[in-house]
Nanobody
Framework: QVTLVESGGGVVQAGGSLRLSCVVSGITITDNLMGWFRQAPGKGREMVAS???????KYGDRVRGRFTSSRDNAKNTVYLQMNSLKSEDTAVYYC????????????WGQGTQVTVSS
């Protein structure tokens, strides 16, 4: 069974920082593209970061320059460092493994709440 468990969310003041972690079990992340998404109340799910198995991550327009994602394959864990947080960053943040062309499944974590107070 594949599980993705996010942690590190919480309440922070505008301008502050948080670091989210996503621990994966049941599958190795080494050869997998990893992703971070978020969903604010009443809005659709938005891509935050895409972390390839090799090469630099890509970021959504609204977080580029403030958020940084990294991976530790030895720990089967992906991180999202969020700096200069804004009230509009308030959302539930999800870790994601997309499906591959070989027919493998996509996986999502349960999400972690990030609330930025102004």
């Amino acid at each position: 069974q594949v599980t993705l468990v996010e942690s590190g969310g919480g309440v922070v003041q505008a301008g502050g920082s948080l670091r989210l972690s996503c621990v994966v079990s049941g599958i190795t992340i080494t050869d997998n593209l990893m992703g971070w998404f978020r969903q604010a109340p009443g809005k659709g799910r938005e891509m935050v970061a895409s972390v390839p198995s090799s090469g630099p991550p890509k970021y959504g327009d609204r977080v580029r320059g403030r958020f940084t994602s990294s991976r530790d394959n030895a720990k089967n864990t992906v991180y999202l460092q969020m700096n200069s947080l804004k009230s509009e960053d308030t959302a539930v943040y999800y870790c994601h493994i997309p499906a591959k062309n070989d027919g493998s499944s996509a996986y999502w974590g349960q999400g972690t709440q990030v609330t930025v107070s102004s």
